[in-house]
Nanobody
């Protein structure tokens, strides 16, 4: 019923930048919180950044000052601007969203993931 498609990953040198995007589509009534998580090989998935429907944000300590999350509510899209990238930022990045569907059901959805690789 609802699909999240994330994109924008790639290979970048340390110190470089990438911008991830995640677009939600389908039977959407409204979207509450949206966020980005990442999972590196052999590690658990961790929260990177989170944004509420009102625009309040929070970040993992490891990315504060380097990453910025934003959203376009009209387009049901969330972004992650990543600057000053480090090799330890290498991971698969997943977006997620708390979506209220047109049947007024609240569910949690995930994107398919996009690979970010930072070379030293």
């Amino acid at each position: 019923q609802v699909r999240l498609v994330d994109a924008g990953g790639g290979l970048v040198q340390a110190g470089g930048s990438l911008r991830l995007s995640c677009a939600a589509s389908g039977k959407i009534f409204s979207i509450d919180a949206m966020g980005w998580y990442r999972q590196a090989p052999g590690k658990q998935r961790e929260l990177v950044a989170h944004i509420t429907s009102g625009g309040s944000t929070n970040y993992a300590d490891s990315v504060k000052g380097r990453f910025t999350i934003s959203r376009d509510n009209a387009k049901n899209t969330v972004f992650l601007q990543m600057n000053s990238l480090k090799p330890e930022d290498t991971a698969v990045y997943y977006c997620n969203a708390d979506v209220v569907t047109t049947t007024h059901r609240l569910d949690h959805y995930w994107g398919q993931g996009t690979q970010v690789t930072v070379s030293s």
